[in-house]
């Protein structure tokens, strides 16, 4: 089973907000590109056990509820519409990932836990419709959401 927690922030995030602002100031898709929102993507396999009450159990240890929101889809994955989400990740070995793997599993004795990945999905919202929001959305992508050398990307349509 994958459970899948999809988070964000509840205040203002500065980082999508400076991704934005290069976006339109700097690299001239201001009349194409509405907004720009940024998730966490923690993706769970897990090898046992009650996947609702699991989701609920990771999401308290891995969310900050103070200032974040969260959904769990478990065995899927899918956004809403209105945007082109853009998933990035390490192609390379994933620290925070491993980490969090260690936490659940040695620290909170879940050990049927099996991987851990992580990615920031990021939401480009365009004044386009939809083939031309996907070219332009990849060539933001490839522009500045990845580092080629350690970053793969995903448009989760």
Known sequence: MLINLRVWLKIPDA???????TLVRRLSYGKVLEDVKKERLISIQVDSGDPE???????RE??????ESHKVLIDRLEFEEGYVPVKVALHIEDGEAIAIRDRL??????????DVKKATVWKLYFRLLRPEAEITAREIAEKLLINPHKDSYEIML
């Open 15 to 21: 980082e999508a907000a400076t991704v934005k602002n």
């Open 53 to 59: 009450e699991l989701a609920r159990a990771f999401a």
């Open 62 to 67: 891995l969310v900050n509820e103070n200032k």
């Open 105 to 114: 599993r040695k620290r909170l004795g879940y050990q049927n836990v099996v």
